[in-house]
């Protein structure tokens, strides 16, 4: 079993930054795809960023290409998610995802997702 727990979620002003963390245990995630989605009030769990096990590959989604970066710290089991020049429609629970079984196709696809954190809340505010 993975475990994984998003930390450095808060409320930030438009324009500003943050760095959200995912921390797994229970197993080495080195192997696994990881994701980052979000799901604000009122709305569906959206992608957000997605890496692949070694890292080399990543993708995002065309709400936050050129914001957000997401990175991976194998050694530390750990994924990041920085984001910056944040907007209001960024705010949204944000929730870290791994994956055994995705390609690169379909690293953007909640459903090939076996294992999620609790969340993490991001406010934006104007």
């Known amino acids: 079993q993975v475990q994984l727990v998003e930390s450095g979620g808060g409320l930030v002003q438009a324009g500003g930054s943050l760095r959200l963390s995912c921390a797994a245990s229970g197993r080495t995630v080195s192997n696994y795809a990881m994701g980052w989605f979000r799901q604000a009030p009122g709305k569906e769990r959206e992608f957000v960023a997605a890496i692949s096990w070694s890292g080399r590959i990543t993708d995002y989604a065309d709400s936050v290409k050129g914001r957000f970066t997401i990175s991976r710290d194998n050694a530390k089991n750990t994924v990041y998610l920085q984001m910056n020049s944040l907007k209001p429609e960024d705010t949204a629970v944000y929730y870290c995802?791994?994956?055994?079984?995705?390609?690169?196709?379909?690293?953007?696809?909640?459903?090939?997702?076996?294992?999620w954190g609790q969340g993490t809340q991001v406010t934006v505010s104007f």
């Open positions: 995802a791994a994956s055994r079984f995705t390609t690169t196709q379909t690293m953007g696809v909640p459903e090939k997702y076996g294992y």
